[in-house]
């Protein structure tokens, strides 16, 4: 399968992080517990995160492995 992570840093420290396996965001700072906290209960940004998984990963995966197996 394929998993989007999804990181977010400031000052070169990652606050938040969204993981597509878990399907949330998870905070690493306090001021990243307090956003994933926030964020986690938007169905909206959690659904435009999974989104992300389709529109981008999927269709760039398929891409690349055709592209693999035309080089075999």
Known sequence: GIELIDSYVFNKVEDIRFNST??????YTEHGLKNA???NSDAGLLGQEQGELERVCKHNADLHYSAILDKT
């Open 37 to 39: 906290e926030a964020w």
């Open 22 to 27: 878990v399907g949330r965001f998870v905070g």
